[in-house]
C-alpha cells in the first residue's frame, strides 16, 4: 500500500474516533444536566421544609402548651425528638386544631425531659442532673425515656427507689402460736424449749406478711450441743398446730441450723454441707422475707448469705422449731 493510501487510511481512523468520542461526550453531558436539574428541582421542593437551630417549636403535651427550640429538642442524635424535628418529617406530625405538634402522652415526664434537654445545652462537659421523678412513678418514666429514645442520656435508678417503697418495717414482732413445751418470755420476744431433748418444738411470729421486704434478726440465745434449730417461715394458711413438727409442714421453708446443715422446702428437706457449723450459741441471724420477689435468705454472722425461692402471691408468717432441751431463740427488733 503506498503512503498515499495509509495516510487516508490514517485520517479516517481518527475521524471515527473524534466522532465516537464526541458522541460519549454528549451523552455524558447529557446525564449530567438531568442529574443536575433533578437536584435543582429537589432543591426547589425541599425548600418550604428548611428549618434553622432557632427555630420555635410550639408543643401540645397531653393538653398542657410548651415552647422550645429546634436545637434543644435535637441534641441528642438518632432519639426519636431528633427525627421527629429534623425537618424531614414534620409536615407529617400529628397536630391539634391550633396546628401545634401534639404528644398524646404525660405531660410531667415530657417536662422532665424537657428540663434535661435544657440543661444539657448549658451543663458542658458534664451532665446535667437527672430529673427528680417521685418514687412511685420511676418505672413508667423510664419506659417513657426509652420510648424516646433518650435511655443512654437519662437512666433514674429504679432499684434503690423500689427498695425504699417496698421495705417494710416490722411493728413489734413477737412469737404468738407455739408448742406446748416451748414457753414465751419477755413479751414474747424469747422461746425457750422446756421439754425433754429430742423433741421437736415450734413457735411462730404473730405478724404474717405478704408485701414488701421484711426482715426479722433472731439471736441463738441458747443452743445446745450446736446441733440443731431450725429458723425459717410458713404459709400462712399451712397451720397444723397438733403437729410439732413445723418445719415438716406443707408450706414450710428454712434452714436447719447447727451441725446437720438441712435446707427445708415445701416441708422437705435436703442436706447442705456448707452450711454446717457455720452458728454457734450467741449468734444472730436474719431472715430476708422478699414478698413481691418471692425469695427467702438468710444472712449468716459469717457474712455468708443463702436463698430460698418461694412461691408467689402467698402470706407468711415467721417459724422457728427447738430440738433440745433450754434451746432458746430470740426476736431482736430494732
Excluded at 429546634?70 to 441534641?75: A, D, I, K
Excluded at 420511676?138 to 426509652?146: I, L, P, R
Excluded at 449468716?300 to 415467721?318: A, F, Y
Aim: glycine share 8%; aromatic share 10%.
Amino acid at each position: 500500500m503506498s503512503s498515499t493510501n495509509l495516510l487516508a487510511k490514517f485520517d479516517e481512523l481518527v475521524k471515527r474516533f473524534k466522532e465516537e468520542f464526541n458522541e460519549i461526550i454528549q451523552g455524558e453531558r447529557a446525564k449530567l444536566k438531568a442529574e443536575v436539574e433533578q437536584y435543582n428541582a429537589e432543591k426547589e421542593r425541599m425548600k418550604p421544609f428548611e428549618v434553622s437551630d432557632d427555630d420555635i417549636i410550639h408543643l401540645n403535651v397531653g393538653g398542657q402548651k410548651l415552647t422550645s427550640t429546634r436545637s434543644t429538642l435535637c441534641q441528642v442524635e438518632g432519639s426519636l425528638l431528633a427525627t421527629m424535628f429534623s425537618g424531614r418529617w414534620e409536615d407529617g406530625l400529628k397536630r391539634d386544631e391550633d396546628g401545634v405538634v401534639f404528644f398524646d402522652v404525660n405531660p410531667q415526664y415530657f417536662g422532665y425531659i424537657l428540663d434535661y434537654l435544657r440543661m444539657k445545652k448549658l451543663a458542658s462537659p458534664k451532665n446535667p442532673e437527672l430529673p427528680n421523678v417521685p418514687r412511685d412513678q420511676v418505672k413508667n418514666f423510664n419506659t417513657f425515656v426509652e420510648y424516646l429514645g433518650l435511655s443512654d442520656e437519662i437512666v433514674v435508678p429504679v432499684e434503690e427507689t423500689v427498695e425504699i417503697v417496698r421495705t417494710q418495717i416490722v411493728p413489734g414482732e413477737k412469737f404468738n402460736l407455739h408448742a406446748p413445751e416451748i414457753t414465751l418470755q419477755d413479751d414474747g420476744k424469747l422461746a425457750v424449749h422446756q421439754g425433754q431433748n429430742g423433741c421437736y418444738q415450734y413457735g411462730l411470729g404473730e405478724n404474717t406478711y405478704q408485701h414488701g421486704i421484711v426482715r426479722l434478726k433472731l439471736n441463738l440465745e441458747s443452743f445446745q450441743s450446736n446441733y440443731w434449730m431450725f429458723v425459717g417461715i410458713v404459709k400462712g394458711d399451712g397451720l397444723q398446730q397438733n403437729n410439732y413438727y413445723s418445719h415438716g409442714w406443707p408450706g414450710s421453708y428454712g434452714w436447719a441450723l447447727g451441725t446437720t446443715g438441712q435446707v427445708w422446702e415445701e416441708g422437705a428437706f435436703t442436706y447442705d454441707t456448707t452450711l454446717e457449723n457455720l452458728t454457734m450459741e450467741g449468734d444472730t441471724v436474719e431472715l430476708v422475707l422478699d414478698c413481691d420477689a418471692a425469695k427467702l435468705s438468710l444472712h449468716l454472722p459469717t457474712g455468708e448469705q443463702l436463698h430460698i425461692d418461694l412461691p408467689k402471691s402467698q402470706t407468711w408468717r415467721l417459724n422457728v422449731n427447738l430440738l433440745s432441751a433450754n434451746d432458746k431463740i430470740r426476736i431482736i427488733n430494732e
